[in-house]
C-alpha cells in the first residue's frame, strides 16, 4: 500500500469517524491524486457557503454550479457534500437541519416552499445520509429522514397533494393537503422509487426500485410495485438449503475443473 492511499484512509477515516476505515481495490496514485484535487477544489467553493450559512459546521465539499438559497435556514454537521448542480432551497416554517456526513448527489433538490402563498415545513435529515443523483425531496408539509439512509438515483419524497374537490376552480387555486413523511433509520430506497405525502417508511426497509409508496410500511419491509406492496420481511428467516457433503467438488468436475474428481 502506497503512503498516498494511508494518508487518505486516514483521513477519511477521521472525517466519517470510522477509525480504521479502509479503500477496497487497487487505486493507483495517479486516481487518488486525481480525487484528491477534486476534492480540494469542493472544499474551497465550500468556505462561502460556511460564510453565509452560520448552521452548517466542519468541511463543505461543493461541486459547481450548487445553489443554496436561504442559507440562514441550512443547518448542517460536518462532513457536507453537495455535488454539482444541487439545490438547496431552505426557505420554510423550521428550515433544513442534516446531519453530519451527508452527501447530496448530483442535481439532486431539497426544496420546502413550492408557492410564496404557502410558508412550506422543512425537512431534517439524519446522519450518514445519501441522497441519490437527480432526486427531489419536498418539504412543504415536512419531510424527515433517520440516519443511515442510502438511496438510489431519481428518488421523489413528497410530503404535500394539490386539494382538487371542487370541480368548479382550477386545481392550482384549491390549496394543498399537507401531511409529514418519515424514513426512519437504515433504509435503502431503490431508483426512481416515488413516497408519497404522510407515508412512514419503517426502520431498515428496502424500497425497490420504482415503488410508488402510497400507504406506511413496517420496519424490515421490502416493498415494490405500483402502488407498492409489502413482497417479503427481512425479518423472515429462511431456511438455509441443503447442500450435500460434496456439493462444491461435483459442481467443479460438472464444468470440468482440472483436479477435481466424483
Ligand atoms: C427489491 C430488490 C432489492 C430485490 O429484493 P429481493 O428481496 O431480492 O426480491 P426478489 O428479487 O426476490 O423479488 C421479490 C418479488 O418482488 C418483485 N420485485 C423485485 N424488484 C421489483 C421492482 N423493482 N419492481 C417490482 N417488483 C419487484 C419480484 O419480481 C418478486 O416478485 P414475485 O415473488 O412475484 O416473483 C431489487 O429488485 C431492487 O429493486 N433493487 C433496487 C436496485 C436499485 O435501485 N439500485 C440503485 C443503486 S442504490
Known sequence: ?????????????????????RMAGDWSDAQLAIV?????????????????ARGV?????????????????????PGLILEDGAFVGALSRHGIALGRNVTIARHATLTCTGVLASLGTGIVVGDRVAIGAGAFVGGQGGVRIGDDVIMGPGVRIFSENHAFEDVDRPIRAQG????????????????????????????????????????????????????????RSRLTVVPPAVIPANAGIQRHADVGVA???R
Not at 181 to 195: E, R, S, Y
Open 1 to 21: 500500500m502506497t503512503a498516498l492511499r494511508r494518508v487518505v484512509e486516514h483521513v477519511v477515516g477521521r472525517l466519517k469517524r470510522e477509525p480504521g476505515y
Open 36 to 52: 484528491l484535487w477534486h476534492r480540494g477544489r469542493q472544499i474551497v467553493r465550500g468556505v462561502p457557503l460556511r460564510l453565509r
Open 57 to 77: 459546521r466542519g468541511t463543505v465539499f461543493r461541486g459547481r454550479r450548487v445553489v443554496v438559497e436561504h442559507a440562514r435556514q441550512l443547518a448542517a454537521g
Open 176 to 231: 394543498e393537503h399537507r401531511a409529514p413523511t418519515i424514513i426512519h433509520d437504515d433504509c435503502w430506497i431503490g431508483a426512481g422509487a416515488t413516497i408519497l405525502a404522510g407515508v412512514t417508511v419503517g426502520a431498515g426497509c428496502v424500497v425497490a426500485a420504482g415503488a410508488v409508496l402510497t400507504r406506511s410500511v413496517p420496519p424490515y419491509s421490502i416493498v415494490a410495485g405500483v402502488p407498492a406492496r409489502v413482497v
Open 259 to 261: 483436479g477435481t474428481s
